[in-house]
């Protein structure tokens, strides 16, 4: 069964900072890993889908990084703003890149 | 394009009360998922529909929630009776079920419904 947990729970941060959200799947057979954008009291924003034979995807200020020999992914934000503040949750897709697992998320607070 | 439809967004009820929730996909999307996200915790998936038919609904404590997919369309998730441990966000999101350029489902998400059992 798969697991997937994320490090740290929550972040501050000064604005202008790189910063870096990490996340950690227990079962290394997955499609696609993606990352999303939840803002509080909103659905899921998809940001980023890395497919199984990826290394990373950009877009924008944020760059994902998938080792699924080692079951990790990394969400790489660069000059980070205050818009950036939300939780961001990452998930492992199986079966052909449906039935999601998600990670707890990672609470993002960039002071201005 | 509209998005994913959900209602009501907020909802409070007793426990051992019922409730229902509704969800409209983005025309065309054949895939439809039901998942209850408890605060702090990521989503967890309840019920996976594929047109009218369930495709995965082994997360689903059966013995209170019901869900139904009649026409292939919209849905509805119910609670009856709801405890206070189903306190969560419900969300709904749907996908076209297939992959487009071997790569997107279109996977999308709705704002979500927001209950509380007191």
Same mark, same amino acid.
């Not at chain 2, 054949?30 to 309840?46: D, E, R």
């Given at each position: 069964?798969?697991?997937?947990?994320?490090?740290?729970?929550?972040?501050?941060?000064?604005?202008?900072?790189?910063?870096?959200?990490?996340?950690?799947?227990?079962?290394?057979?997955?499609?696609?890993?993606?990352?999303?954008?939840?803002?509080?009291?909103?659905?899921?924003?998809?940001?980023?889908?890395?497919?199984?034979?990826?290394?990373?995807?950009?877009?924008?200020?944020?760059?994902?990084?998938?080792?699924?020999?080692?079951?990790?992914?990394?969400?790489?934000?660069?000059?980070?703003?205050?818009?950036?503040?939300?939780?961001?949750?990452?998930?492992?897709?199986?079966?052909?890149?449906?039935?999601?697992?998600?990670?707890?998320?990672?609470?993002?607070?960039?002071?201005? | 394009?509209?998005?994913?439809?959900?209602?009501?967004?907020?909802?409070?009820?007793?426990?051992?009360?019922?409730?229902?929730?509704?969800?409209?996909?983005?025309?065309?999307?054949?895939?439809? &998922?039901?998942?209850?996200?408890? /605060? !702090?915790?990521?989503?967890?998936? =309840?019920?996976?529909?594929?047109?009218? @038919?369930?495709?995965?609904?082994?997360?689903?404590?059966?013995?209170?929630?019901?869900?139904?997919?009649?026409?292939?369309?919209?849905?509805?998730?119910?609670?009856?009776?709801?405890?206070?441990?189903?306190?969560?966000? &419900?969300?709904?999101?749907?996908? /076209? !079920?297939?992959?487009?350029?071997? =790569?997107?489902?279109?996977?999308?998400? @709705?704002?979500?419904?927001?209950?509380?059992?007191?």
């Amino acid at each position: 069964k798969q697991e997937v947990t994320q490090i740290p729970a929550a972040l501050s941060v000064p604005e202008g900072e790189n910063l870096v959200l990490n996340c950690s799947f227990t079962d290394s057979a997955i499609y696609n890993l993606q990352w999303f954008r939840q803002d509080p009291g909103k659905g899921l924003t998809s940001l980023l889908l890395i497919q199984s034979s990826q290394r990373e995807q950009t877009s924008g200020r944020l760059n994902a990084s998938l080792d699924k020999s080692s079951g990790r992914s990394t969400l790489y934000i660069a000059a980070s703003q205050p818009g950036d503040s939300a939780t961001y949750l990452c998930a492992c897709a199986g079966n052909y890149g449906q039935n999601f697992v998600f990670g707890p998320g990672t609470r993002l607070s960039v002071l201005p | 394009e509209a998005g994913v439809a959900q209602s009501p967004r907020y909802k409070i009820i007793e426990k051992r009360q019922s409730v229902a929730f509704w969800c409209n996909p983005i025309s065309g999307h054949a895939t439809l &998922y039901w998942y209850q996200q408890i /605060l !702090g915790q990521g989503p967890k998936l =309840l019920i996976q529909f594929q047109n009218n @038919g369930v495709v995965d609904d082994s997360q689903l404590p059966k013995d209170r929630f019901s869900a139904e997919r009649l026409k292939g369309v919209d849905s509805t998730l119910k609670i009856q009776p709801a405890k206070l441990e189903d306190s969560a966000v &419900y969300l709904c999101a749907s996908s /076209l !079920g297939r992959p487009v350029s071997g =790569l997107d489902y279109g996977y999308t998400f @709705g704002s979500g419904t927001r209950l509380t059992v007191v």
